[in-house]
């Protein structure tokens, strides 16, 4: 079964820090990768999506990723936070099976 | 814009009762599903649809069951409510395959 790792459960950065979150998915055939965000009080939404092709992939807000199929990750980038980017950060994958598996989630607190 | 909405934002419920989530979708999308989102746990999928009367369990379907009697309304039901099923539920629809999915607001339950 698949299965996807946030390692970081919490990060605290200033704004205007640069954000790296950690995501590694266990399969080894064709996979279809997302990262959702869930800001206080809202519902989950869609940051970013990789299908195919180029693996570096841009999303809303700032935020970018990389998919790097040998280390089997797909990790979250934004080169600057700001404080309204306090938010819950969930990567996903869709594999073998035709669902999603969310990994753990990231609560990231930026400090204005 | 997809529009995800979910009967209740919160409910509370007693210990024996029969629990009824009602989910519905504007966008004419073929998959609907039903999580749980838990502190620490991510989103854990509970029953899947991918068409009319038809369902799927996902990796926690154990006290739980679906209904999908139109293509726009996915119902979760809790045959008799128990405190460890207090978590929020989520639904969620997608256009078919393995495309994104988009969520409703979620419904925080409660079961004394």
């Known amino acids: 079964a698949q299965s996807v790792s946030q390692h970081n459960h919490h990060v605290i950065l200033s704004e205007a820090a640069s954000l790296e979150l950690g995501c590694n998915y266990s399969?080894?055939?064709?996979?279809?990768l997302f990262w959702y965000v869930q800001y206080p009080g809202q519902h989950l939404q869609l940051l970013l999506k990789?299908?195919?092709?180029?693996?570096l992939v841009k999303g809303i807000k700032g935020f970018e990723a990389e998919f790097i199929k040998s280390k089997f990750s797909f990790n979250l980038r934004k080169p600057s936070v700001q404080w309204s980017d306090t938010a819950e950060y969930f990567c996903?994958?869709?594999?073998?099976?035709?669902?999603?598996?969310f990994g753990s989630g990231t609560q990231l607190t930026v400090l204005p | 814009d997809v529009k995800v909405t979910q009967s209740s934002r919160y409910l509370v419920k007693r210990t024996g009762e029969k629990v009824f989530l009602e989910c519905v979708q504007d966008?004419?999308?073929?998959?609907m599903f039903w999580y749980r989102q838990d502190p620490g746990l991510g989103l854990r999928l509970i029953y899947f649809s991918y068409d009319v009367k038809m369902k799927e369990k996902g990796d926690i379907p154990e006290g739980y069951s679906v209904s999908r009697e139109k293509k726009e309304r996915f119902s979760l039901i809790l045959e008799s409510a128990s405190t460890n099923q207090t978590s929020m539920y989520l639904c969620a629809s997608s256009p078919g395959g393995e495309r994104e999915q988009y969520f409703g607001p979620g419904t925080r339950l409660t079961v004394t």
């Open positions: 990789y299908f195919s092709g180029d693996p």
């Open positions: 966008m004419d999308h073929e998959n």
């Open positions: 399969y080894g055939g064709t996979v279809n």
């Open positions: 996903a994958v869709t594999g073998s099976a035709r669902q999603l598996t």
